[in-house]
């Protein structure tokens, strides 16, 4: 994450800086807030379809969860490199 908010913080100048790194601050606590409550819910909506909180339907949605966030990491490293390959040709 300090890599990106440095190259973020890059494009701004210099006495706009300190607002850009609250509000990058800000986005990662809102993103990990939005992550959590995202695998929370997919954990419960297992544990209501199967009508039991055991272990068995918890861990169904917590796998199920993990994939989800899985995909959303992939897709945000695909969307990462190409805004990188595409910022490397302009230099």
């Known amino acids: 994450m300090g ?9 701004i100048d210099k006495q706009s800086q ?3 790194n609250a ?5 990662q606590q809102f993103a ?3 992550g959590t409550s995202i695998t929370s819910a ?11 909180k055991a272990d068995l ?6 796998r199920n ?3 989800v966030l899985v995909a959303a990491a ?10 990188a390959s595409k910022k490397k040709h302009n230099l």
């Open 57 to 62: 339907p918890t861990t169904i949605g917590t």
């Open 32 to 34: 990990g807030a939005v």
């Open 74 to 83: 992939v897709l945000l490293v695909l969307i990462m490199v190409r805004y």
């Open 23 to 27: 509000i990058l601050d800000t986005v």
């Open 3 to 11: 890599n990106t908010m440095t190259d973020t913080l890059s494009v």
């Open 18 to 20: 300190p607002q850009g």
């Open 42 to 52: 997919i954990v419960t909506f297992s544990q209501q379809a199967s009508h039991s």
């Open 65 to 67: 969860a993990y994939w």
